[in-house]
């Protein structure tokens, strides 16, 4: 499939969508929600594929939702048309899916790697919500997730100040999981997306389900859920022999049952 500002790849059983506007660096208009989504729903739908990656270019992740396109927009075809809700697509992609962000992460840029299941950040990454700059606030869940990553404080400071949190800090924070040198960044997302990839799939599903159910969830909501998935994986195949493996001191070799 050829998309206009989206690239993919699948190599091995990793899925890989790069955000292709650089001249716009990367930012998101239309188009790029309905690519990006499309090849979202297929790669979910495609048994060949067992996790996935997006990521930007070196310049950009994103540099937000694209200002030229909705510069004109007015309240009422915004809300008649429920802009931006398609994005929600990304946060509802069952697989795993990693964010390599490399340089600026603005505004819906930080949104839409924020509801990917973990980032990877070159050290030149910059995230941020500069929204109020522009008279308007996140609208692709920067006010929640953003808060849910890092926290009250850091959250409304970013959020009302505008300003741009680098790779450290935001590793510091919590809104990254690891930063490397920028020559390793897609090293670094493909070894992590590929060692998943190798994990039973059910098992991989499940787990991610149970940490999304945490922001949805009360604690024993939370964990009623997380004990019911953990007893259901002991009617897998995959189960029995990773554990048999274990005790045998031998390799696994999953089968996806
Ligand atoms: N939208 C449209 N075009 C953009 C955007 C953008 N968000 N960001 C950069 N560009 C364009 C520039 O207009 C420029 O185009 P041209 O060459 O035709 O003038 C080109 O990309 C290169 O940009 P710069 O020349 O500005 O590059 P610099 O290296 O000087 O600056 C910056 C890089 C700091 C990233 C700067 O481009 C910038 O501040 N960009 C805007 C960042 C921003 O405000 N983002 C938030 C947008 S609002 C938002 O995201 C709302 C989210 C809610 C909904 C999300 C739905 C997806």
Same mark, same amino acid.
């Given at each position: 499939m050829t998309y206009e500002t989206i690239l993919t790849e699948i190599r091995g059983t990793v899925a890989i969508v790069t955000l292709n506007r650089p001249q716009a660096l990367n930012a998101l208009n239309s188009t790029v929600m309905v690519e990006l989504t499309a090849a979202l729903a297929a790669f979910d739908s495609? #048994?060949?594929?067992a996790a996935a990656v997006l990521t930007g270019s070196e310049k950009a992740f994103a540099a937000g939702a694209d200002i030229k396109e909705m510069q004109s927009l007015e309240f009422v075809d915004a809300y008649l048309g429920d802009f931006?809700?398609?994005? #929600?697509a990304v946060a509802t992609f069952r697989k795993p899916l990693i964010a390599a962000v490399s340089g600026f992460a603005l505004g819906g840029g930080c949104e839409l790697a924020m509801m990917c299941d973990f980032i990877i950040a070159a050290d030149t990454a910059k995230f941020g919500q500069p929204e109020i700059t522009l008279g308007v606030i996140p609208g692709m869940g920067g006010s929640q997730r953003l808060t849910r990553a890092v926290g009250k404080a850091k959250a409304m400071d970013m959020v009302l100040t505008g300003r741009m949190m680098d790779a450290t800090e935001a590793e510091r924070m919590g809104l990254v999981s690891r930063v490397v040198a920028p020559g390793q960044l897609m090293d670094e997302t493909l070894a992590a997306a590929g060692k998943i990839a190798g994990f039973p799939r059910a098992a991989v599903l499940m787990a991610k389900e149970a940490v999304n159910r945490s922001f949805e969830a009360t604690l024993a909501e939370g964990l009623r859920f997380e004990r019911r998935l953990f007893q259901s994986l002991?009617?897998?195949?995959d189960q029995k022999e990773g554990m048999a493996a274990f005790v045998e001191k031998r390799k696994p070799a999953f089968s996806n049952r």
């Open positions: 495609n #048994d060949a594929v931006v809700a398609g994005w #929600d002991f009617a897998t195949a």
